[in-house]
């Protein structure tokens, strides 16, 4: 009875036949032994997976100590040239921060940017102000006064405030009348 992995074998191995009898002349008689070799070293290579030894993590170029030795510059483990920051050199070379650290057996809190870089640009945010809230911010907001109440006068009573002089009709421009809300005559 076959398992899974072997049917995955056969369809493999007849995948791998075919294409090689298309590009190449095989007689009649030695295609059997073709055939038993492909599965043979596909068996083979499986044995060998399946026995995997643990990853050591990579050489670095230098050593995690020496890579961070210039405040000024990280140098990277890959190529071992400085940089002010790692991050885009690691990315071209198919790495992540993490799989980076993990790869060369580096700590969690190893930099990707040279500290002189990171203290140079803090300073630049404090002088900026930024990563400060102002004290609005950071108290209650206020919230908005009520609206005055407008007065109601009683009837007969005078009112409580000048009324509004009108200016005289000669002087009065169509502006003035939309402010003041003028009828004309």
Known sequence: MADGSSLNFVDI?????AAYLGNNQVRIGDV???IATIHGALKALESESGSSPIEEPLKGAVSARK????PERVISMIDGKAY???KRHITRHGYTPDSYRAAFGLPASYPMTASGYSERRREIAKTLGLGKRSASAIA???ATPPAPKRQTRAKGAAPAAEPIATPAPDTVTSTTRRRLKIKTA
């Open 67 to 70: 890579s961070l030795a210039d």
């Open 13 to 17: 191995t007849a995948d791998i036949a």
């Open 32 to 34: 059997g032994g073709l």
């Open 84 to 86: 002010t920051t790692l």
């Open 140 to 142: 209650e907001p206020e």
